[in-house]
């Protein structure tokens, strides 16, 4: 009986592992595919990180424009990790979490402000929301914010011609 | 999605791009501490299995921010003040499951 328990929890962490490992890696795909798009179409408007605009253009608005999201690791890379804490080193499953997740943000922080010809001072802030087991990361939020600037004299690239 | 709400003018730089301030009321704040429900909680555990983004989280964590700004909007307002300089966000995490979001700024009066 307790053999039969213990190889279902095996069977368990296997189907767990391979749902990661696929779904997990074709969604990470699907997702990136996404990103680069949409960063291909936003290339027009810049997001710089300095607080002082550059010339002496006339400014016809300035907002807050705030973007975030929340993102998860998936099993089989926080399976992975596990091994990484042991023997150190870099993560590499973790830095493409936190890179999408920092792409995502700055997109929407861009789409929540379409008119903007500029946006100033870009910040990023990342923080854990919840710890997964032996204090691997669990759940991280990204949040990108800055000032969405709107120039009097411009008309906007995206929407020209 | 938050200068809309709040009709104050936000920016997070340390001066208002193409407007003189008159006059500064000094530091703003608004925070909020919110608890995820477990009905989030499921969905966040079982999205956990294959990652990407948490939707549930996400907007959480938005309204959560929203409040706080608003919160930080309405000490402004009985100031004055009509737009906020230097807005930063913070959170923090401070029990598992829950967490802090702060909005802070600089009240002040522009042209």
Known sequence: MELIFSLLGWIILLCLLGLGFGVGKYLEAQHYTSIKQREAASLTVPVVTFKQLTDDRPVASATLAVGSVAVSVDYYKRFLAGFRMFFGGEMRSYSSLLDRARREAILRMRESAPDAHLFLNCRLETSSISKGERNTIGTVEVVAYATAVTFADEIHPQTAG | ?111
């Open chain 2, 1 to 111: 999605m938050i200068p809309v709400a709040s009709n104050l003018l936000l920016t997070n730089v340390d001066h208002f791009p193409g407007r003189r301030i008159v006059a500064h009321y000094g530091l703003v704040q608004g925070s909020t501490i919110r608890a995820k429900h477990v009905g989030r909680d499921i969905m966040a555990s079982l999205k956990n299995i294959v990652g990407g983004e948490l939707k549930g989280y996400t907007e959480l964590l938005q309204e959560s921010r929203q409040q706080a700004t608003d919160r930080m909007v309405a000490q402004a307002r009985e100031l004055g003040a009509n737009a906020i300089i230097n807005v930063r966000f913070s959170t923090a995490s401070v029990a598992q499951g829950a967490a802090e979001i702060l909005a802070y700024g600089t009240a002040v009066t522009v042209e």
